[in-house]
Every structure is written in C-alpha cells, then in structure tokens.
C-alpha cells in the first residue's frame, strides 16, 4: 500500500467518523464561560438548566431573550437567578 493511498484512507475514515459524532449533537465541554450578573428578570423568555456532568462540573443557566431569542449564561450564585428560578419552578408544579 503507498503512502498516498495509506493518507487518503485515513482522511476518509477521519471524516466519516466526524460525521457520525456531529449527528449526536452532545457538548464535550461548559457552554457559558461569561455569565450575567446583572438582573434581566423581565427580558426574559425561558429558562434552561443544564446540571453538571462529566464534561462540565458547573450547573449552567442558560436563558432565552425574549426580543430576539439570543442565548445569555447566567450566573447561578446571584440572588436575582436564584428568583427566576424558584417562580419558574412554581410555574410548573400543579
């Protein structure tokens, strides 16, 4: 076997393999490295929690902006998160 044919068939097999991976649509690492520390309370349209796992040992918050959708990390330590989150509980158990 050359080495031409040897590259070409790992070039091959690399892509199909990062192919297969990008179909399971998992995050190997944390998604919020900046958190918001400010109170948005009222721009805010849902609420994510993403607990820690083996990839990312941070409990992440993330929320959805209500005027246009974008995703903003909040910092879970701050009093006001800690708010939204309880109301959003409350919501949600009859």
Known sequence: MSVITAVA???LLTVAEGIS????????RC???????????RYISN???????SHCKD???IATLKRDGQKICLDPDAPW??????RK?????P
């Open 59 to 61: 409990t992440e918050i």
């Open 31 to 41: 998604q919020c490295i900046i958190k918001e520390k400010k109170p948005i309370g």
């Open 47 to 53: 609420v994510e929690v993403n607990p820690g796992n």
């Open 81 to 86: 998160v800690k708010k939204v989150l309880e």
């Open 21 to 28: 991976l990008g179909d399971q649509r998992v995050i190997l």
């Open 89 to 93: 509980l409350a919501k949600s158990t």
């Open 9 to 11: 068939l790992l070039v």
